[in-house]
């Protein structure tokens, strides 16, 4: 499966992004697709995950309240909705998938896309 992740820019903080992680090659519909973030000299960090049924784990702390997933087998697409945005969002954000579950850790996901990068500025 090819992952295309989309939405990313530059917003002040306390705004909104909307990013979506379009799905191709392959139907995501029997996949767990999850949202990582790598900032700037930083580990990459599992930010938020959703499985192949639409259950959705649970988010990073940082983002919790903040941050919705959401996915629609039909369009193939996971999107992350992102609100009330810091400075520490700042990253880019990667979407990736693996068979049905979701999991923490980034080397358990074997698909990824390219990446997009959210600035947020204060």
């Known amino acids: 499966v090819q992952l295309q992740a989309s939405g990313g820019g530059l917003v002040q903080a306390g705004g909104s992004l909307r990013l979506s992680c379009a799905a191709s090659?392959?139907?995501?519909?029997?996949?767990?697709v999850a949202w990582f973030r790598q900032a700037p000299e930083k580990e990459r960090e599992f930010v938020a995950g959703?499985?192949?049924?639409?259950?959705?784990?649970p988010y990073v702390d940082s983002v919790k309240g903040r941050f919705t997933l959401s996915r629609d087998n039909t369009k193939n697409t996971v999107d992350l909705q992102m609100t009330s945005l810091k400075p520490e969002d700042t990253a880019v954000y990667y979407c990736?998938?693996?068979?049905?579950?979701?999991?923490?850790?980034?080397?358990?996901?074997?698909?990824w896309g390219q990446g997009t990068l959210v600035t947020v500025s204060s």
């Open positions: 959703i499985t192949f049924n639409g259950n959705i784990a």
């Open positions: 090659g392959r139907t995501v519909s029997s996949y767990a």
């Open positions: 990736a998938a693996r068979p049905f579950g979701v999991l923490y850790a980034r080397e358990e996901y074997k698909f």
